[in-house]
């Protein structure tokens, strides 16, 4: 069964529902879209009855938490979108790990200058990248603690306290190294059965947004098999047995893992989770309701050399998705060597208005595309819309 938020469905995700025959919830009106019968809207029996729960957006949360409440698996996501207690689980894995909990009302009682900088402040129960800052002294964070308060106020008016909280918050240790993000699920064995493995980049060392993920055939030979078996011992520490998950986590040049978060029952989101379909023809949904396992050594073998990437484009600085917004998405699509797919999202349904997938022969591509400014195509009342 999949908890579907129907404000955006990829192509892809759709024909695979349709082919499947999976169950449909949708979250907003509650109700199972592709069966009507009395006895499949009593939603308490339906998810004592599914062997398989995925969901395409963290707002389905709610749904698990009213009616499935008292589940390993609603227990087992919960756990994972507070990530204090997702933190105090690794906590004997990583004694040398700083993080700490502390309220709204505490912050500005805190000692920042005995805190051990660089660090990450980011909300107890989040999403993305929203509210996530480095810090790397106590003057900067007293001027990100006064930021945090009004991006959390503008945020908390859209999602609900399931995925997004604005009265807790951790501060952490910053974890080096390369960043990747993987979509995978737990076979019956709790096995992991990793289904995507993308790099992340950044623009610079402040840089927190999901501007660029990639893979590659080199990225696959050489990260596939350590991070692998890096979530062979997540699965044992924490049950996980027919779970999907998006997990993010940084190696450093020794080849030590640390897990920044782990994103229950879903995938990458926005449909970015399908740049595997276009670089090595993972379509990871199909993948999942199938229960399947991907040849990695002979999909490695097929692939070519080129690096395949999508870009999330943002909305950035005060705007307000009621001003009569013109996007110039042609222009936009004038800065990609090779687009493989160019997808228009309903941007009054958050800060993204367009997912790229695009390939190429190098990451200067990449590079450009970090360097761009996204709100120099995005117009309002007829004039170019300028960052405040």
């Known amino acids: 069964m999949i908890l579907l938020d129907t404000a955006y469905v990829s192509p892809l995700l759709a024909e695979t529902l349709i082919e499947k025959k999976v169950k449909i ?43 499935y409440a008292e589940s390993h698996v609603t227990k087992t996501a919960n756990l994972f979108k507070n990530k204090f207690a997702f933190r105090k689980r690794l906590a004997e894995s990583y004694p040398n790990f700083f993080f700490l909990e502390t309220t709204s009302g505490e912050l500005g009682q805190l000692d920042l200058s005995s805190l051990p900088y660089p660090l990450i402040f980011k909300p107890t129960v989040g999403y993305s990248s929203v509210g996530v800052y480095r810090v790397e002294n106590p003057q900067e964070f007293q001027s990100i603690i006064d930021k945090m308060e009004e991006t959390m106020e503008q945020s908390s008016e859209e999602d609900s306290k399931d995925i997004l909280g604005s009265e807790t918050f951790i501060i952490e240790s910053y974890i080096e190294g390369q960043e990747f993000a993987i979509d995978l699920f737990f076979d019956e064995k709790n096995d992991p059965v990793v289904l995507n493995l993308f790099a992340r980049m950044f623009k610079d060392e402040k840089d927190m947004s999901d501007r660029i993920y990639y893979t590659s055939k080199q990225v696959l030979q050489n990260f596939l098999t350590p991070i692998t078996e890096y979530l062979r011992g997540l699965g044992e520490i924490f049950n996980l047995r027919k779970m999907p998950l ?64 999508f870009t999330c484009a943002e909305f950035e600085g005060e705007i307000k ?52 400014d996204f709100m120099e195509y995005v117009e ?9």
């Open 25 to 67: 919830l949708d979250i907003e009106q509650q109700l199972i879209l592709n069966d009507k019968s009395e006895d499949e809207q009593n939603l308490v029996k339906v998810f004592q009855q599914e062997d398989l729960i995925i969901m395409n957006s963290e707002e389905a949360i709610q749904i698990l938490n009213e009616y």
């Open 321 to 372: 998705i009621d001003d009569g917004l013109v996007i110039h998405h042609e222009l936009l699509q004038k800065q990609f060597h090779h687009i493989l797919e160019y997808r228009h999202i309903p941007y009054e349904q958050g800060a993204t208005f367009a997912v790229i997938f695009f390939s190429s022969d190098s990451l200067a591509q990449n590079d450009h595309i970090l360097s761009l």
């Open 246 to 309: 998006h997990v993010e986590l940084r190696m450093d040049d020794e080849g030590t893992i640390v897990p920044i978060e782990v994103n229950p029952l879903r995938f990458a989101g926005a449909g970015t989770t399908e740049l595997g379909s276009f670089a090595y023809g993972v379509n990871s949904y199909d993948y999942f309701f199938e229960q399947k396992k991907p040849d990695w050594a002979a999909l490695i073998n097929t692939m070519d050399n080129k690096i395949y990437s």
């Open 380 to 388: 309002k009342e007829k004039n170019l819309y300028v960052n405040n």
